[in-house]
DNA sequence: TATTGGATCGCC
DNA sequence: GCGATCCAATAG
């Protein structure tokens, strides 16, 4: 038996700014067969609601976002530049677009084959960006809209943060006033982080 | 059907 | 600082 245990589904359900907050410190882990690919997060950023026009949700509902209308406790993962997945966890009532994009993470398990994965030669490097740690933990397109509650792909209690810092969110210049929202969360002083 | 530009990354 | 690389979202 495992003994781990997904967040429940409540947990999602509660305010996007809450979700992006409490994340920091919890394990997000893909099983792969009989291995654990994992870390703990730092960083976060929240995209709340119809309105926030940093959000791919402010267009409202298309093929592409229907993720962020769903039930909480769902990936919303999607391609950007063309290159690399973002992964998101979709948070608060169905039919209202919220989620948080999930930044950075310090490595836990699997720490070999990621560094394989990524090419890189230090644990700092694996996972410190959006794109890079999807790349290192194995989340690819396929995983769009999967449960997190059910599905090899969770994220599950790891440890209480020392400091947790706000900030402003990274590549939304885009995004007029809204870009000025300090929903940006992580760990103080982290060497994990992204940038 | 054609054009545009992006919640990034790694190298110049 | 800039190009890679692709596809969803728009415009026509």
């Known amino acids: 038996m495992s003994g781990r245990a997904p967040l429940p589904r409540s947990f999602y359900l509660q ?34 609601g119809p309105d926030d026009r940093a959000s791919h949700a402010s267009r409202g509902l298309t093929k592409r976002t229907a993720p962020m209308f769903g039930p909480p406790g769902h990936a919303y993962i999607y391609l950007i530049y063309g290159m690399y997945y973002c992964f998101n966890v979709v948070t608060e009532r169905e039919n209202y677009p919220a989620a948080v994009l999930i930044r950075a993470l310090e490595p836990f398990e699997g720490i070999e084959l990621m560094l394989e994965r990524r090419k890189v030669k230090s644990r700092r490097e694996i996972a410190n ?13 396929e995983m769009n809209g999967w449960d997190l509650c059910t599905s090899d792909l969770w ?6 943060p020392e400091k947790i810092g706000q900030g402003t969110r990274i590549g939304v210049h885009y995004a007029g006033e809204w870009k000025e929202k300090p929903w940006r969360f992580f760990e103080v002083g982290s060497e994990y982080l992204s940038r």
């Open 129 to 141: 960006g959006p794109g890079k740690l999807t790349l290192a933990l194995g989340i690819t397109r």
């Open 15 to 48: 305010d996007t700014l809450e979700v992006a907050r409490s994340l920091i410190g919890k394990l997000l882990v893909h099983r792969v067969g009989e291995s654990y690919l994992s870390g703990f997060i730092v960083e976060t950023e929240a995209y709340v």
């Open 155 to 160: 994220i599950e209690e790891g440890r209480s």
